[in-house]
């Protein structure tokens, strides 16, 4: 469902209509007639609208960037009556606002190798013991680089060692190489795959990796907070078909996969290459763009930080302190450096504050961070 919030200017109808669609069909015509009015809505795309208004095949868009480009053209098509409002001196006063969330295809890659089991000998190698395990992280990663020394972007491997941290377990962990450096998926123990029902150390299938998986990254992840919307990279084993022999009967093996698993804030799921976002859009008096533009009322402490704390408002009457734009942006600026140090270039404020002109009155100033200082929009 939509959901809409309107602040419009007061416009007076008198419906005599006994007809309720006719009566909502003239207050659209009414609405459509005017200028601009300002709305700040929110809204989630459905799977038809996907399918009615852009046409798409698939419930989403192709990138982010499709999304910035094709979403101002149904906003401006949905909602042709809302725009900006300007003050008297010209300047930009109320803007309309979307917060819009949408479905965007984000694939990401999944792995697969056959498992290489090292041998004693080649822990030993490893360690210069001759216990036949590893003992400390870096020994795995020691092993990789001896071992695939010409690693390219993308090689991924699977092994199974033996680990002693004061007992010995058998790991099976999968190992990437991207960025110049492996990284380290690990696998389930065999006591973790007994635990979920199995009697050996693998999955019967995909379908029920996807199914069981899920129910132990709760506990996995307990020390390490994630938040909705992270993805992580779960490593499974499953015994199936890794070839033929010479008479073509099948050759059964145990292969490494990596799955990957979305959090949405209470549980986890299979990822299925489809992200969530949510991008703010502001109309800029001709159409909708991105914007990353932050509402931010004066408090009085803001005022009284730069000297305006008897009333907290600027004096905007001819002849008094804040009587130019200039002086008002000069104040402005100290309060959003101040409260707002690590802002990046070109993040945009909308500033709500009061002054005094004879009487009391609301304005707003709309700034953009340029060069290491706030200049008018």
């Not at 979307?98 to 190698?125: C, G, Q």
């Not at 109309?283 to 000297?307: C, E, F, Q, R």
Request: with cysteine; charged share 25%.
């Amino acid at each position: 469902m939509k959901k809409i919030i309107y602040s419009l200017i007061a416009i007076g109808l008198f419906l005599t209509s006994c007809d309720p669609m006719e009566d909502i069909n003239k207050e659209l015509d009414v609405l459509n007639a005017i200028d601009s009015e300002i709305g700040n809505l929110e809204y989630t795309f459905t799977e038809d609208d996907y399918k009615d208004f852009f046409e798409f095949d698939f419930a989403n868009f192709s990138s982010v960037d499709d999304a910035k480009a094709l979403i101002p053209n149904y906003l401006t098509e949905t909602y042709p009556f809302l725009g900006v409002t300007y003050n008297n001196d010209k300047e930009v006063e109320e803007v309309s606002s979307a917060l819009i969330t949408f479905d965007w295809y984000n694939r990401i890659p999944t792995y697969e190798a056959e498992i290489r089991v090292l041998t004693a000998e080649e822990h030993n190698a490893i360690t210069g013991e001759t216990y036949g395990n590893f003992s400390d992280e870096d020994h795995v990663f020691d092993f990789l680089a001896a071992e695939y020394p010409a690693a390219e972007e993308g090689d991924f491997v699977s092994l199974r060692y033996e680990y002693y941290a004061g007992t010995t377990t058998e790991l099976t962990d999968g190992f990437l190489f991207e960025n110049g450096a492996w990284t380290r998926y690990a696998g389930f123990t065999p006591a973790e795959y007994n635990e979920m029902g199995e009697s050996y150390p693998n999955f019967s299938s995909h379908d029920e990796a996807a199914l069981k998986i899920p129910v132990t990254l709760p506990e996995r992840f307990k020390f390490d907070a994630k938040e909705a919307g992270d993805i992580v990279v779960a490593t499974y084993e499953l015994y199936t078909k890794v070839g033929e022999d010479a008479n073509g009967n099948d050759i059964r093996g145990t292969v490494t996969y990596t799955s990957n698993f979305i959090f949405d804030g209470a549980n986890w799921s299979k990822y299925n290459n489809v992200a969530t976002e949510t991008i703010q859009f502001a109309h800029n008096g001709i159409t909708w763009v991105p914007d990353n533009t932050i509402k931010y009322t004066l408090t009085a402490a803001d005022y009284a930080s730069v000297g305006n704390g008897q009333y907290n408002n600027f004096d905007v009457r001819e002849g008094k302190a804040e009587a130019t734009v200039e002086s008002r942006l000069a104040k402005i600026n100290t309060i959003l450096l101040a409260n707002f140090p690590n802002s990046e270039e070109g993040q945009k404020f909308s500033v709500t504050y009061s002054v005094y002109s004879g009487s009391n009155e609301v304005w707003i100033m709309n700034v953009i961070l340029e060069g290491g200082a706030y200049v008018l929009q």
